[in-house]
């Protein structure tokens, strides 16, 4: 890691040294307290033996303190803490929903919606005590470093997973011969063969996660905090593959803490939820953040009787009745996914109920692409992400165009999520199924948070945080937003950036899908009225991206900061999100926009029905995988031959797109067609003919795109142009005689005049067969 950089300025840490151990699991067990407005309770992770370490494994000692010593400068972390026996600090009421899945030959209880039957099981943690003392964590024993901010960490240890009963399954091919080693050897070998399972003993796994979850522990280890990282010790331990792979960690959030809001709903209640903070879940759990981690995790989670729970989980969780009027809540997810997309909102939500409506699919087969029982074959290749239980692969939801969906809201807002948002939804799905096929996720929640959300809508697996803000004012801003982050299911989550800093590939992509969703969504509009929807929206964005281009720092513009050192890591897996708390950058739109436009200039020159299909193929390539920006473009060359007869080469697009600040210059003939485009509008107000003139440049553009702006100005009789078009007419003779004839025939004395003016002053100078013509028109 780069020494010079400043963590505490502007650019976001990722500490996790992932090269050396992997998390695979995580499972939570927290009591959501709003009184002391505090998450307590532990979280259990499982890990793998990172890659760094493989490949070094000879060496591995030596790397792992060498990069320790190198990045240990970053963390200032406080003194270790040294395990003491007396643990009543962290004593919590541990219980845990269990599932009626313990092996293959059990048969699955959940129902056609992804729900679970949750049954309570009592369990408590027991501790030993730890005879090392903090003399014995010389310079020679490995770190594990997780990210953590604003936790306060009560008690860490090592998870007694080889107590398990039943847990011999896992035990059989392991090879132990040194006494002194085998229980630490053994607890590692049941982790490896345990996240080591196929995919279609998903629901083994995640109860074998459980049964050991809350297995006792077997000794504390040393740990110390820093203001971005836990680090964590065994003494004597010196490699990454003699660590715990297994490890608890006790702790409790701090009310301050950035990762969620304390605050009251619409209707005065009082709720917390992930908001999409900048430092994104490290100070809700201590997890691995940078987007390597791919992990699955589970969660219980409980709140007083009233609060409902939602999650980021697969399956719809029913509240389970605990003793002391609590109601328990779990979620899992079997689909690896980064720590930060792990989401949860607690409140008093309502949900929102269908009563006589009955939700239309549209029936608009203008805008789709080639049906889905056309032959794509590229569809049948085997997924290239690490194995999971992919929907892709399930032909019994491939034709699923509308998943299972919830709204729930404040109460005093449940009828309008009725009348104006529940009705949008399934239309808003089915166009996305329409265009990129298979839904990523089983099902769907759409949330309407507190008033203090910062943005218009988030979206998470599973799960969309909606602002109350789109539910006013009929449905356009409802169902453009709502399809925004339907689009994140794709491209976000389901295909993420291999590096944060390139955000464009799930803002960008978004925006894009926004308008082509929108228009299958809308059943009512022709194919002229989506194209000039289409067209107008483009200029505003256009207008808002120039305005933030000008007012904006230069190094916040550029959609690949890194440049081609983008997704490198360092040796330990650490990294820094470039500007990633940069205050201002929360709230710009670059990424969005300037991406948006990148991808609506490659989607014109291939033709919208055939880069559509290149983004349905891209998706079936790499979805479940962490991508850079070249993967989609050289995918897109490669598979689109028109765009590389166009000239577009990838190192082209990162120069004048990716890697450079301010706007790419439309060239002339982008600029006409976009003209022509608006000149078949009926109708365009003076203030959006101001804005597009300012927008361009018009006046300082060729002739041929200042014929079509002069075109415009009397189509739409904008009196501040009628300078421009009388300079046309004397600068421009020889393309300006048509400007003439419009200016009579919309029999407007002022446009009349203006054609009679202009021609006497230019008539002397002007050939005489054009002066003969113009003449006829004038009288």
């Known amino acids: 890691m780069d020494p010079q950089l400043d963590p505490m300025k502007d650019d976001l840490p990722l500490m996790a040294n992932t090269s050396y151990m992997l998390v695979k699991h995580y499972v939570l067990d927290l009591d959501v307290d709003f009184k002391s407005k505090v998450i307590e309770g532990s979280i259990v992770l499982f890990f793998e033996t990172g890659s760094q370490h493989r490949k070094n494994s000879s060496t591995g000692r030596e790397c792992c303190q060498s990069e320790f010593d190198q990045s240990h400068k970053m963390r200032a972390s406080e003194p270790y803490h040294v395990p003491v026996t007396n643990v009543s600090a962290c004593s919590s009421k541990m219980e845990y929903n269990g599932f009626a899945v313990s092996g293959e030959g059990e048969e699955d209880t959940s129902d056609e919606n992804g729900n ?333 948070v507190p008033s203090n959300f910062s943005s218009l809508g988030m979206a998470s697996p599973h799960i969309i945080f909606l602002s109350q803000s789109v539910l006013p004012g009929g449905s356009h801003l409802c169902g453009t937003r709502l399809c925004h982050e339907i689009a994140h299911a794709w491209f976000g989550l389901a295909i993420g950036a291999r590096d944060w800093t390139e955000e464009w590939i799930s803002e960008g992509f978004a925006t894009f899908l926004e308008d082509v969703f929108w228009a299958r969504a809308q059943q009512q509009l022709s194919h002229e009225e989506v194209k000039g929807q289409q067209e107008l929206k483009a200029l505003l964005r256009w207008h808002r991206l120039r305005d933030e281009v000008q007012n904006s720092e230069e190094e916040l513009q550029v959609l690949r900061p890194n440049k081609e050192s983008t997704g490198e890591l360092s040796e330990s897996g650490a990294s820094v999100v470039k500007y990633g708390l940069k205050a201002e950058k929360i709230f710009m739109q670059v990424h969005y926009l300037k991406g948006y436009f990148l991808l609506r200039s490659l989607a014109r020159t291939a033709g919208e029905a055939s880069f559509l299909l290149s983004l349905r193929k891209f998706v079936c390539k790499f979805h479940g995988q962490l991508v850079l920006s070249q993967d989609f473009l050289c995918m897109l060359l490669e598979d689109i031959p028109k765009q590389r007869k166009s000239g577009l080469t990838v190192e082209s697009i990162f120069q004048n797109w990716l890697d450079t600040s301010g706007i790419p210059k439309l060239l002339p003939d982008q600029l006409v067609l976009l003209l022509e485009f608006l000149l078949e509008e009926k109708t365009l107000c003076p203030r959006t003919l101001q804005c597009l003139e300012r927008t361009y440049q018009l006046r300082e553009q060729d002739a041929e795109v200042r014929h079509r702006w002069c075109e415009l100005v009397i189509k ?16 421009d003779q020889a393309m300006g005689v048509y400007l003439y004839g419009e200016l009579m025939v919309n029999e407007d004395a002022k446009q009349q005049e203006l054609a009679r003016k202009s021609f006497a002053s230019a008539q002397e100078h002007m050939d005489v067969s054009s002066a003969k013509v113009v003449a006829e028109m004038l009288f």
């Open 116 to 448: 679970h039957s949750n049954s309570e099981q009592a369990s408590g943690i027991s501790s030993s005590e730890d005879c090392c003392d903090r003399e014995n964590h010389g310079n020679q024993d490995f770190v594990l470093v997780l990210d953590c901010c604003d936790l306060s960490v009560l008690k860490v240890e090592e998870v007694d997973v080889a107590a398990v009963s039943g847990i011999e399954q896992f035990t059989r091919p392991a090879k132990l011969t040194d006494v002194s080693k085998e229980l630490g050897n053994l607890r590692n070998h049941i982790v490896h063969e345990l996240v080591a399972l196929p995919a279609k003993r998903w629901e083994e796994q995640l109860c074998c996660f459980t049964h050991c979850s809350q297995a006792p522990g077997c000794g504390e280890l040393p740990f110390a905090t820093g203001p971005w990282s836990l680090e964590i010790r065994k003494p004597g331990i010196g490699t990454p593959a003699d660590f715990p792979h297994a490890i608890r960690i006790w702790y409790k959030t701090n009310p301050g803490g950035r990762s969620v809001a304390w605050t009251t709903d619409q209707s005065g209640r009082p709720c917390v939820y992930t908001m999409g903070s900048p430092i994104n879940n490290r100070a809700l759990f201590p997890c691995q953040e940078p987007p390597i981690a791919l992990s699955t995790w589970q969660a219980s989670v409980r709140a007083a009787a009233g609060f409902v729970v939602l999650m980021s989980g697969e399956n719809s969780a029913e509240p389970v009745q605990l003793p002391e009027d609590i109601l328990s809540w779990y979620y899992y997810v079997s689909m690896p996914m980064p720590a930060s997309t792990f989401t949860i909102a607690v409140g008093c939500w309502q949900e929102v109920k269908q009563q006589s409506f009955t939700a239309a699919i549209p029936t608009n087969t203008e805008f789709s692409l080639p049906s889905v029982q056309a032959d794509f074959s590229w569809h049948e290749a085997m997924c290239g992400h690490v194995g999971y239980p992919c929907r892709f692969q399930n032909p019994a939801v491939s034709w699923q165009a509308v998943i299972p969906h919830r709204v729930f809201s404040p109460c005093c807002l449940v009828e309008l999520c009725e009348e104006r948002l529940l009705p949008l939804i399934p239309q808003c799905l089915s166009a996305a199924f329409s265009t990129l096929g298979t839904h990523p996720f089983s099902r769907l929640d759409v949330l309407i």
């Open 716 to 731: 739409h009789k904008y009196v501040p142009g009628y300078g421009d078009v009388e300079r046309f007419l004397r600068e």
